[in-house]
């Protein structure tokens, strides 16, 4: 009698822990499969891992100021052959006195991120000292790629005049 008893509980407890090890290994598939997809259903336009890191800047003396481009992806983008990082080139230009525009050394770059919001948006941060505040005017150019074909051009637009300020310069970008 002890013996069936015994192996009775032995078989009651050999099934709890089957359920168990299923009930593990279907929450970790669950949570494998969750981390695959993007959240609210949208997927990420393809990337490639940039070969280098970005430069930081480092801020002298003084507070300088910052300007953001905004440069929002048309819906007709070629994400499968077109790619964020490494396909597009940025500058920042001035407008000189014979009324030439000209690139601004360190200015220029690849886009710093993308995010999506209404539609996809891609960032580039530039960093100015204070003795650049209210200069003007300059301008962001998109290229294909570093000395490649022109995409897009912003309107022009102002440094801002206070150290600490942030300003955005929206543009769109079409293939």
């Known amino acids: 009698m002890n013996m069936k008893r015994t192996n009775f509980v032995n078989g009651r407890i050999g099934i709890t822990y089957l359920i168990a090890l299923f009930s593990f290994v279907a929450m970790g598939l669950l949570l494998v499969a969750a981390r695959d997809t993007s959240a609210d259903g ?17 801020q002298p003396n003084g507070e300088g100021a910052r300007v953001h481009l905004h440069a929002h992806f048309s819906q007709e983008w070629p994400w499968e052959t077109m790619h964020w990082q490494n396909d597009l080139w940025l500058k920042v230009q001035w407008l000189d006195a014979e009324g ?3 690139d601004v050394d360190g200015w220029e770059g690849t886009l ?3 995010q999506q919001m209404d539609d996809w948006m891609g960032m580039k941060e530039i960093w100015l000292a204070d003795m650049y505040l209210g200069t003007g005017p300059y301008r962001w150019e998109v290229l294909t790629k570093a000395d490649g074909r ?26």
């Open 42 to 58: 949208y997927d990420l336009p393809p990337r490639e891992t940039p070969a280098t890191q970005p430069e930081v800047q480092v």
């Open 100 to 102: 030439e525009w000209q």
């Open 112 to 114: 710093d991120g993308i």
């Open 150 to 175: 022109l995409l897009a051009t912003s309107d022009e637009f102002y440094l801002p005049s206070k150290g600490g300020d942030l300003m955005a310069v929206e543009m769109m970008l079409e293939p």
